[in-house]
């Protein structure tokens, strides 16, 4: 038995790691905004199995991929060298996750029906400011990309189920 074994894929259309077929549908954009290059890397090659992720190393760039695209969540690293960059950061964070989009926010007309959550990783134990500012999740580093992408579908999970008349009270 070798010490290791080898997936091949025999169609470009497959997963090179489940040997499972690739989805053709476009993938939601997801907002990753992580000022360490190699940490966002990590992140990036993980989350763009599930998501288009749409890559900033500062506010500046996360605010104009936000514009541009609605993500379906916004992942940040609020951490920015200097207290100007981490000011900003928690600021993108409070107005961001006070805005309400539609179902589907390229649909013109779209009533506003949910909030875009933000999901604070930081090697900083501030989750008291994130969860006051809005984030929906805080996870504090060091953890895995794959426990980041579990934590982020079970938000999603949570988030994307419309209330239904029982759960309104």
Known sequence: IPPF???????????????????TQARPPLLLMEPDHATRQLYAREL???????????????QQHFTSQTPV?????????????????WAFLQQGAALLVGA??????AAP??????????????????????AALYLLKPFS?????????RLLDATAAPLNKEQIG
């Not at 074994?5 to 989805?23: F, H, Y």
């Not at 969540?73 to 950061?89: D, H, I, K, S």
């Not at 029906?113 to 809005?134: K, N, W």
């Not at 990309?145 to 579908?153: D, G, N, R, S």
């Open 145 to 153: 990309p794959q426990q980041l992408v579990i934590e982020l579908q």
């Open 73 to 89: 969540a916004v992942v940040l690293e609020p951490w920015q060298a200097g207290g100007a960059g981490m000011a900003a950061a």
């Open 104 to 109: 589907d926010a390229r649909t013109e007309g």
């Open 5 to 23: 074994s080898v997936i091949v894929c025999r169609e470009p259309s497959m997963d090179r790691c489940s040997n499972t077929p690739r989805s």
């Open 113 to 134: 029906t949910r909030r875009i959550p933000f999901v604070v990783c930081s090697v900083l134990d501030e989750r008291a400011t994130a969860y006051a500012m809005g």
């Open 48 to 62: 763009a199995r599930y998501w288009d992720v749409l890559q900033a190393q500062n506010v500046d760039e996360a």
